[in-house]
Nanobody
Framework: QVQLVESGGGLVQAGGSTRLSCAAS????????MGWFRQAPAKEREFLAL???????YYADSVKGRFTASRDNVKNMVYLQMNSLKPEDTAVYYC???????????????????WGQGTQVTVSS
């Protein structure tokens, strides 16, 4: 069982930056693939970034070059640095954990793995 708690959301001006954090419980954090997703009002949950247990990263085209995922396996933390924010980035942001080697596509926001409760990011124009 893994519990995830996101933090760092808030109000940001367009063009600005912020960093989200996700704190994970459990002693096997280093063996989990971690993902970041977001959900805007009346929209489907959207994949943003994946950082595998190995540190390899993969990004959605919509955020590539603006968002950077990182992890600290000593602190059991995963981060999402978000730059050049746009009003359309306004959403609730979630982190997700799944054990390494899980066969299904990590970029699909199904019920597999563990999810945090989300943190709101609002980008003002």
């Amino acid at each position: 069982q893994v519990q995830l708690v996101e933090s760092g959301g808030g109000l940001v001006q367009a063009g600005g930056s912020t960093r989200l954090s996700c704190a994970a419980s459990g002693r096997t954090f280093s063996t989990y693939d971690m993902g970041w997703f977001r959900q805007a009002p009346a929209k489907e949950r959207e994949f943003l970034a994946l950082i595998r247990w190995s540190g390899a990263t993969y990004y959605a085209d919509s955020v590539k070059g603006r968002f950077t995922a990182s992890r600290d396996n000593v602190k059991n933390m995963v981060y999402l640095q978000m730059n050049s924010l746009k009003p359309e980035d306004t959403a609730v942001y979630y982190c997700r954990a799944r054990p390494m080697g899980t066969m299904s596509d990590m970029t699909i926001p199904d019920s597999s793995g563990f999810w945090g409760q989300g943190t709101q990011v609002t980008v003002s124009s």
